[in-house]
């Protein structure tokens, strides 16, 4: 049963608001297993690398004409950090095709064929040691790389869809908490004790079969999402049958009259290409302040921390950096879950600001701790504490705020193809750092994080001076804030109209 229902008003008239009914939370839970292997799989290649790379070693080995001879440590360093960055490549590859594949496909159908490449990679990376193949291992995390970036779009898509409306940002928040409670179990499970022996290490991939099952056999028990249905399919009376699952009221002439507004506004303003946008002055902007935000993100340097934070403990001189690592996940969740709360409450702008600032403050701390370690040993707790508190702004500021921004910065026709750009922007950025990071610490040494000190701190500086606050403003207001930043804009406006008629996209979104 709902847990909402009909509330009495004034001359006895009712007003009918749907709850969470049990259908509801089946979805949303279904959907969000996609989420938890997403984040899973960045978790899951940190704790065992020693053990993996000896693997890979015993590999070449057994391999090698002669039966001896250990693999040569510069082509180990390539091959683990293609093993880690391959991931990223797979997720580029995937999330520029995530808005054809759920048109194509409906949401509830591209999920469940997308577990078949979850299956596909498990499968190989599981048996890459008894197969004596680390060729297996990289392919499998390319293929779940392909996974988790159409189930980064396909998720918050399915579930935002769903939602009712005066819960769909508590429902949304979910895609991101569910990621980071992957990252940590992955990290748990990593531990020795449990599948990070260089016995059971192969069962941590094997584990990744599990979400993948049970999301698939309970996908056919969730509706599609009501707005596919009606405005993209135009099947009204099945997508009527599927809002009085979701919200178990028999009237749902409300919710149907939203979907039509929103399909009237969805024709009204056609679809703008990638192209066009970066052609358009009225798009060039808002565009440069969403791909500025993902590198924000991702080159910050916390994916250094999620991919090589063990490495990074042990070099701090932490006497146990596996505990250490999963201290970070425990961090990393609870900052999640405090930043759904601060979100709503304060602007995107000023959480944004906050998190970066942090941040940097952080990462010299982090490097004065590294760099000191050897003659004040005590330090180590520095260095533990400062990676603690990289990964809390992190969840304040870059984490969650750039997807909020992008999706506010555009309307309906361009939101696509910009969503599409934010995430190709943030997949080849977490690529960058996935290969390059190893190389680039042995190189600066205990230093590597001045230069995301520096980053962050160009990054502060850019959203300081060019990042609008969206937070309660329609996409009139963000994008007149835009052309006030930039008065040419003001007198051209007649100019770009006719230019977007002429690309054929709206003169104003």
């Avoid at 009221?249 to 969805?266: A, G």
């Avoid at 916390?302 to 250490?324: C, H, L, M, R």
């Amino acid at each position: 049963m709902p847990s909402g229902g009909f509330q009495p008003i004034e001359g006895g008239q009712q007003v009918v608001r749907s709850g969470v009914t049990k259908t509801l939370v089946l979805s949303v839970f279904t959907a969000i297993l996609g989420s938890f292997q997403f984040g899973y799989n960045i978790g899951v290649i940190n704790a065992p690398q020693k053990i993996i790379e000896q693997s890979y070693n015993e590999s070449w080995i057994s391999r090698s004409s002669s039966g001896s001879g250990s693999i040569d440590p510069g082509l180990l360093r390539t091959l683990w950090s293609l093993s880690v960055a391959i991931f990223s490549i797979g997720g580029m590859v995937s999330s520029l095709s995530v808005g054809v594949v759920s048109q194509w496909l409906g949401r509830k159908r591209a999920m469940v064929i997308n577990n078949v490449f979850a299956f596909l990679a498990g499968s190989l990376m599981g048996l890459s040691q008894v197969c004596q193949s680390y060729e297996m291992m990289i392919v499998g995390r390319f293929l779940i790389g392909v996974y988790s970036g159409l189930a980064s779009g396909l998720v918050p898509m399915y579930v935002g869809e769903i939602s009712p409306t005066h819960l769909r940002g508590a429902l949304g928040t979910l895609h991101q908490l569910s990621l980071v409670i992957g990252i940590l179990v992955a990290q748990v499970l990593g531990l020795e004790m449990f599948l990070g022996s260089s016995s059971r290490w192969p069962a941590l991939f094997w584990v990744t079969l599990i979400p993948a099952a049970v999301q698939s056999l309970m996908l056919p028990f969730c509706p599609e999402s009501p707005r596919f249905l009606y405005i993209v399919c135009e099947q009204e009376a099945q997508a009527k049958k599927s809002l009085r699952r979701f919200t178990g009221l028999l009237d749902v002439t409300n919710d149907l009259s939203d979907m039509k507004e929103e399909k009237r506004q969805m024709d009204s303003e056609p679809k703008v290409s990638i192209l066009q946008i970066f052609r358009s002055r009225n798009y060039r902007q808002p565009i440069v302040v969403a791909i500025i935000l993902q590198l924000s993100q991702q080159l910050s340097g916390i994916n250094a921390i999620f991919y090589y934070s063990t490495d990074i403990f042990s070099k701090a001189g932490v006497e146990q950096p596996i505990y250490a690592t999963i201290g970070a996940g425990i961090v990393n969740t609870a900052f999640t879950v405090v930043s759904l709360f601060l979100i709503e409450r304060a602007g995107r702008r000023t959480l944004h600001l906050l998190g970066l600032a942090g941040m940097i403050v952080c990462a010299l701390l982090m490097t004065v701790a590294m760099a000191l370690q050897e003659t004040v040993p005590t330090l180590s707790y520095l260095s533990m504490a400062a990676i603690f508190g990289f990964v809390a702004f992190f969840e304040i500021g870059p984490g969650p705020i750039p997807w909020f921004i992008v999706a506010e910065l555009f309307s309906q026709g361009p939101r696509p193809a910009a969503m599409a750009i934010a995430g190709f922007t943030n997949w080849t950025s977490n690529f960058i750092i996935g290969m390059g990071f190893q190389y680039v610490a042995d190189l600066c040494g205990p230093y590597v994080f001045l230069l995301f000190g520096a980053l962050l701190f160009a990054f502060l500086i850019f959203t300081y001076l060019r990042v609008p606050e969206t937070r309660g403003r329609s996409f009139d207001e963000i994008s007149h804030g835009f052309r006030k930043r930039n008065p040419s804009l003001l007198d051209q406006e007649v100019k770009a109209s006719t230019e977007m008629e002429s690309l054929g996209g709206p003169d104003e979104a």
